[in-house]
């Protein structure tokens, strides 16, 4: 089955970009997702990437597909304080009814 | 418009009883997901409805954890016989259809600690 792994830790400074990675294992997963998660607080789905697509753009998040090395990546320009959080990337299961989900990355930003 | 919302957001037990956790999903949307997070880990999949048939329930640990949804809208994820191992964030997600992008929306989740 699907497989997700992520860097647990990312440390920038406010106003740098943040690059958060992902790989998985099942290269026939349609769809992959990036959800937010706030101390306290739900999962808030932040971006998702159509398989057939190499990259795509939605204000400061940019989500980068490398389907041939099964990797993706979220990048965040000019991070704020409020980004501090834990990211999770996810992969759509085969039967299209579950998402597997990494372990997440704790992205921590510093003033 | 409202989201997800689930009952209760924390619950206490003792080990041995057993516990109702319930979700409410975004109105119209056809498709009710349940997971388990642990600690430290990402979202575990328990089990998938579309309406009111449970159509995946391969991640649903052991016969102690059941679902429903009999009215293909509010959902019922009920443990019996608690462990302290149960003990984790149940989330529950909704999406508008099977098909298409398969966006799940999550609610803020039921703490459960099993003591």
Redesign the interface.
């Known amino acids: 089955g699907e497989d997700v792994e992520q860097s647990l830790f990312l440390s920038v400074r406010e106003g740098d970009s943040s690059v958060i990675n992902c790989t998985y294992t099942d290269s026939s997963s349609t769809y992959l997702y990036w959800y937010k998660q706030e101390p306290g607080a739900g999962l808030q789905l932040l971006t998702y990437i159509f398989s057939n697509m190499d990259m795509k753009q939605d204000q400061r998040l940019t989500v980068l597909l490398n389907k041939k090395d099964k990797h993706l990546s979220l990048r965040i320009a000019d991070t704020q304080t409020g980004d501090s959080a834990i990211y999770f990337c996810a992969g759509l299961n085969q039967a299209g009814t579950a998402l597997i989900f990494g372990k997440g990355t704790t992205l921590s930003v510093s003033s | 418009g409202a989201g997800?919302s689930q009952s209760p957001r924390y619950k206490v037990t003792k080990r041995g009883q057993d516990v109702a956790l319930r979700c409410d999903p975004i109105s119209g949307h056809v498709s009710l997901?349940w997971?388990r997070q642990a600690l430290?880990?990402?979202?575990?999949?328990l089990t998938?409805f579309n309406y009111e048939a449970q159509?995946?329930k391969s991640?649903l640990p052991n016969d102690r954890f059941s679902a429903e949804r009999p009215e293909g809208s509010i959902s019922t994820l009920t443990i019996q016989r608690t462990e302290q191992r149960d003990s984790a964030m149940y989330?529950c997600?909704s999406s508008a259809t099977?098909?298409g992008?398969?966006?799940?929306?999550?609610?803020?989740?039921t703490r459960l600690t099993v003591t």
């Open positions: 997800v997901y997971y430290g880990q990402g979202p575990e999949f998938y159509q995946d991640g989330r997600a099977g098909g992008t398969y966006e799940q929306y999550f609610g803020p989740g």
